[in-house]
C-alpha cells in the first residue's frame, strides 16, 4: 500500500524528484528512506513503476523495453540534474529477490556499497535490457541465484520443501 500511495499522491508527493506519468512506461523517482539526502556519497534512489502487473524482473519481457530504457535514461537525467551526478557515476539496477513486489529500480552512487547490491542480489539495468532486447522472455525460464538471510521466512520454505 506504501507505493500504492506514493503513485496516487497520497503521500511523500513532496519527496518525488521525477515522475514520467505515462501508465505503461512512466515511473516516479523519489529518495530512499535509507538516504539521509545530507551528502553524496550515499545517494540512495529508487524508481517505482506506475505499472501494478509488474512485480518483479521475473515479470519482464521485449515488451517492457521503453518502460526500462525510460527509466535508465530518465532516471539518470533526473538525478544528474538535481544533485550534480553524472550517470556514469550511478549504479542502476534491480533486486531479485525483491523486498517488495512492486518493479522498482535502484540508483545509488557507484562508491557506495548500499545494501544488496552485490551480485548474488542485484541486476544491472543496463543488462537486462540487453538481455531482454537479445531475448524477449529471457527472465521468463533464467535460472537466478540469491541470497538468503537465515532468518528469512522464503529460506525455511526451501528448507521444508528439502531443496536446500
Request: hydrophobic fraction near 40%; proline fraction near 5%.
Amino acid at each position: 500500500q506504501w507505493v500504492y500511495n506514493i503513485l496516487e499522491k497520497k503521500a511523500e508527493a513532496e519527496r518525488i524528484v521525477y515522475e514520467n506519468p505515462d501508465p505503461e512506461h512512466g515511473f516516479v523517482l523519489l529518495p530512499d528512506l535509507k538516504w539521509d539526502q545530507s551528502q553524496l556519497d550515499d545517494l540512495y534512489l529508487i524508481a517505482l513503476v506506475h505499472r501494478r502487473d509488474l512485480k518483479s524482473l521475473r515479470d519482464l519481457r521485449g515488451e517492457h523495453l521503453p518502460l526500462l530504457r525510460n527509466i535508465l535514461r530518465e532516471g539518470k537525467e533526473a538525478v544528474t540534474a538535481r544533485y550534480g551526478v553524472p550517470g556514469s557515476q550511478l549504479r542502476v539496477y534491480l533486486h531479485y529477490q525483491p523486498s517488495y513486489y512492486h518493479l522498482h529500480v535502484h540508483f545509488t552512487a557507484l562508491g557506495y556499497e548500499a545494501p544488496g547490491c552485490a551480485v548474488e542480489r542485484a541486476h544491472l539495468l543496463a543488462d537486462v535490457v540487453d538481455n531482454l532486447a537479445r531475448d524477449g522472455a529471457y527472465y521468463r525460464g533464467r535460472a537466478l541465484s540469491f541470497a538468503l538471510r537465515a532468518d528469512e521466512p522464503l529460506l525455511r520454505q526451501f528448507q521444508d520443501a528439502g531443496r536446500l
